[in-house]
């Protein structure tokens, strides 16, 4: 079975800081991992995922995510935040091995409110 | 893009009614889910599917059901809307397991 814990249910930092959003998960498998974001009124849309080879990766608009195996970490960053990033954000895993029973579903955290105040 | 359509933004019905959720994509992926998504608990998955006619329980399937008759529709079932399914219902797919999944903006439903 997977879980995903994010940290925070909600972060209020002011424009042009640095946030953090953390996330923590938990399988017995190889794993995707994932960050999506929903805007007010909006569905979900991918920011990144990591699905193998380098560890760090990143979004067109200034976030990236580190996965950290040792620590089955995958927190979001980005070093500026604009008042436009305000949304809610959500972390998510999948396994990784084609046919296995966690294959192709996923499993969210509980999301992240990220409120940018100017 | 992928499309994924969900035939209502909003939906009020009452108690004890079959409600039915419509999801529509357009870019022959095999696979289909459903999710809810409440405050504070995120999204949880009820039901997927991997094939037209094919499907699996997730895990909240409790009063719910759905049917999968051609591969672009996946349809949600409320037998008896309770009011404990007041919630966000949001439909995705994807063509390769987990690795891209696009989502429908969502149907809210409340249920009086």
């Known amino acids: 079975a997977q879980s995903v814990t994010q940290l925070d249910s909600q972060v209020p930092v002011f424009e042009e800081a640095p946030v953090e959003l953390r996330c923590n998960y938990s399988?017995?498998?190889?794993?995707?991992l994932f960050w999506y974001v929903q805007y007010p009124n909006q569905g979900l849309q991918l920011l990144l995922k990591y699905l193998s080879g380098s560890t760090l990766v990143e979004s067109i608009n200034g976030f990236e995510a580190e996965f950290n195996k040792s620590q089955t970490s995958f927190h979001l960053r980005k070093p500026s935040v604009h008042i436009s990033d305000t949304a809610e954000y959500f972390c998510a895993v999948s396994g990784a091995n084609a046919g296995g029973t966690s294959y192709g579903k996923l499993t969210f955290g509980q999301g992240t409110i990220l409120t940018v105040h100017p | 893009d992928v499309k994924v359509t969900q035939s209502s933004r909003y939906l009020v019905k009452r108690t004890g009614e079959k409600v039915f959720l419509e999801c529509v994509q357009d870019m022959d992926h095999e696979n289909m889910f459903w999710y809810r998504q409440d405050p504070g608990l995120g999204l949880r998955l009820i039901y997927f599917s991997y094939d037209v006619k094919m499907k699996e329980k997730g895990d909240i399937p409790e009063g719910y059901s759905v049917s999968r008759e051609k591969k672009e529709r996946f349809s949600l079932i409320l037998e008896s809307a309770s009011t404990n399914q007041t919630s966000m219902y949001l439909c995705a797919s994807s063509l390769q397991g987990a690795k891209g999944y696009t989502f429908g903006s969502g149907t809210r439903l409340t249920v009086v």
């Open positions: 399988s017995s498998v190889s794993v995707y």
